[in-house]
């Protein structure tokens, strides 16, 4: 069992991970080489107070659901599996849902195989404490969910996106963090956690991918540090990239293609965008995983400011992925269609047909861009 003392008491070099704290003045972040946030400043207090919150909420409670959205990335499941190991080696009861399942690109997290995406057959939720992981509306989390929340002990809402009416009992939302990950670094710092390969293994992960290989505008050099103390504490990075970025399927490359072949650029090559149907996966035999990260691709063309990627879904939804460079805000054009996300990466979802949807969204966008280039809106 976990006790929540020193984050690696097996080290011989250190008094565990905060020699420097005083007795009731814990410090964020103050794990090996990462730098401390100074206890007199406003952004220590305002992560004092939620994550205190937070901590007594996972130290005083017996029973938790950890939930995160469907169609999951990396600092989901990274975000849920870190969680549900720190839990469970404080012998609570922990269970993680998500109601698509774990795609297969992280599959090798451990815990991974526990993630439920069916409640039915569970028994004693009633006085469970619902934790949301990495999602910016209850929305995102399926409609599975919708009996507990009235039965549930307490909701807790950990998470990076913007929200601009954070939901729970208590909330945590940091969008200027790189990664719910990297928040929950934070967290278990602050409960003096040990950082076993396992934990530091699903948080590295999500890192690693919310910040697209630290390639991305949200890579500090803070997150490098914490990155490095992952490392320290058994994340493999190179074994991490590998099942990441390189364990895709033989179906994934067939359906990259169909993809690719309905590339279009639009505004003198500033918008580029493509669609992703579901005749597209039956023909190439993939599945809806595989299509993660395609948007990103797009990205990569030099003149291109923003990427589009539509996506076919059930009841007659696209989903938009939107991807762009420097400071045009895809989030805010997001929240246009009722979606949302961050300033370079968002998506929102919206029905009718796939081309009736790019056609809309893409004249909408040349709009937002030409409103930008005026000094109409903000970059």
Not at 149 to 173: M, R, T
């Amino acid at each position: 069992m976990i006790e929540a003392t020193l984050c690696h008491p097996e080290r011989s070099d250190r008094k565990g991970c905060h020699p420097e704290r005083s007795e009731g003045s814990p410090q964020v972040g103050a794990c090996c080489n990462v730098p401390l946030l100074e206890p007199d400043s406003k952004e220590f207090q305002g992560y004092e107070m939620n994550i205190k919150k937070i901590a007594d909420a996972l130290t005083s409670g017996t029973s938790y659901l950890l939930v995160t959205h469907f169609h999951p990335d990396g600092d989901a499941i990274g975000a849920i599996l870190a969680l549900q190991a720190v839990l469970k080696g404080m012998g609570k009861k922990a269970i993680s849902f998500c109601e698509s399942g774990v795609p297969p690109t992280f599959r090798f997290l451990e815990g991974a195989q526990e993630v439920l995406s069916d409640l039915e057959h569970i028994s004693q939720l009633d006085a469970v404490t619902l934790i949301f992981l990495d999602c910016g509306s209850i929305d995102r989390c399926g409609k599975s969910l919708t009996k507990l929340l009235d039965v549930a002990s307490s909701i807790i809402n950990i998470d990076h996106h913007v929200q601009e009416k954070p939901f729970g009992d208590i909330f945590w939302v940091k969008s200027s963090a790189s990664s719910t990950c990297e928040m929950l670094f934070d967290l278990f710092c602050f409960m003096n956690v040990p950082f076993t390969p396992v934990i530091a293994t699903c948080l590295y992960t999500g890192i690693l991918t919310d910040t697209g290989s630290f390639q991305f505008s949200n890579t500090s050099r803070r997150v490098l540090e914490i990155a490095t103390s992952l490392a320290d504490f058994g994340a493999d990075p190179h074994r991490i990239a590998q099942q990441v970025f390189e364990s895709s399927s033989p179906q994934k490359l067939l359906l990259l293609g169909k993809v690719l072949d309905t590339l279009r650029y639009h505004r003198n090559y500033s918008i580029a965008t493509a669609r992703l149907t579901k005749k597209m996966i039956t023909e190439t035999g993939a599945t809806i995983h595989d299509g993660e990260g395609f948007v990103n691709m797009l990205r990569q063309v030099a003149t291109v400011q923003v990427a589009v990627l539509f996506r076919e879904e059930e009841n007659s939804l696209i989903h938009v992925g939107l991807r762009s460079k420097g400071t045009i805000d895809v989030a805010k054009f997001a929240r246009k269609f009722g979606g949302g996300g961050h300033v370079n990466a968002s998506a929102c979802r919206v029905k009718g047909s796939i081309e009736d949807v790019e056609v809309a969204i893409v004249s909408s966008l040349e709009k937002y861009l030409s409103d930008m280039e005026r000094g109409d809106g903000k970059r």
